[in-house]
């Protein structure tokens, strides 16, 4: 069982390696990058191409690690008592399985996304170390002992927006995305646009990573940012001729707020052309 890539995805030679050595290693793939990197897209690409289905788990700063095991739907069973209903006195009936569970309990090996660990509080990835280590778990409602019938193969998404404990690192293995150079962005977008003129996409290459040079930008633009941004230029039959300039800092790229994402990079970026301009 080896990842070797896919035709809507473009994995470089390092990260086919990293998903490859933490199926054989038996570990959780830990992967960090920039926003829009293609982090959660991994998961999707790697479970079509081992043809697992895929169990995704997307995390918000109010998930507790137990809501991935199971839940215990008190809310459901006072009301079913007050109605008197004869299923209160089976408390399996109240037992909300989580992700973790099903992945667990599936018939066939399954691929287990965790997307946005670090959106989480800091101890939830300790909250999961026994479960993840041993893949089992304990419920206690019901007094039985779940454990999955064969080793999810688990991937983990971060943007880094807070470190995560030594003990969960310990137990993955590491991959950092970087961010693709021109060369691997081309191959990104032919996949994307397979149509597209290489001259519309020469000078857009050349307009967006110029825009990720300027010093100061809170949020660069991303991979996802300038496929969207490619989009609306076909969209709207923008001609290459538009992004052209003798002086590329000296022009604001049309429909450019699919780039730039907040008022202070915009505001930056146009103080950054005015006086570029003024300078001439």
Not at 43 to 53: H, K, N, Q, R, S
């Amino acid at each position: 069982m080896r990842f070797e890539g896919s035709k809507n995805y473009v994995a470089t030679d390092d990260l086919r390696l990293a998903v490859n050595a933490a199926i054989t290693l038996q570990r959780p793939l830990l992967i960090k990058g920039e926003p829009g990197t293609g982090k959660t897209m991994l998961a999707e690409e790697v479970a079509a191409a081992l043809d697992m289905p895929l169990m995704q788990w997307h995390i918000k700063s109010t998930t507790k690690a137990q809501q991935g095991l199971y839940e215990d739907d008190a809310v459901s069973r006072l009301r079913d008592s007050q109605l008197g209903d004869q299923k209160v006195k089976d408390i399996h009936n109240y037992i909300v399985r989580g992700v973790l569970w099903q992945a667990f309990e599936a018939e066939r090996q399954s691929v287990l996304l965790i997307d946005e660990i670090d959106k989480a509080d800091i101890e939830f990835p300790n909250d999961l170390l026994r479960e993840l280590d041993r893949m089992e778990f304990y419920v206690y409602e019901t007094r039985q002992t779940v454990k999955a019938r064969q080793r999810p193969v688990v991937m983990i998404t971060s943007n880094n927006e807070k470190e995560l404990p030594d003990a969960f690192l310990r137990r993955c293995f590491f991959h950092y995305i970087k961010f693709p150079d021109k060369e691997t962005m081309q191959k990104i977008v032919d996949v994307h646009f397979p149509g597209l003129k290489k001259e519309l996409l020469k000078e857009a290459l050349e307009v967006f990573f110029q825009m990720r040079e300027i010093p100061g930008l809170k949020k660069k633009p991303s991979t996802s940012e300038l496929l969207d941004w490619l989009k609306l230029l076909l969209a709207e039959d923008i001609p290459p001729e538009a992004l052209k300039a003798k002086d590329s800092k000296t022009v604001i790229p049309p429909l450019h707020g699919a780039l730039l994402k907040n008022e202070q990079d915009v505001q930056l970026f146009e103080r950054l052309v005015f006086m570029a301009r003024a300078g001439r």
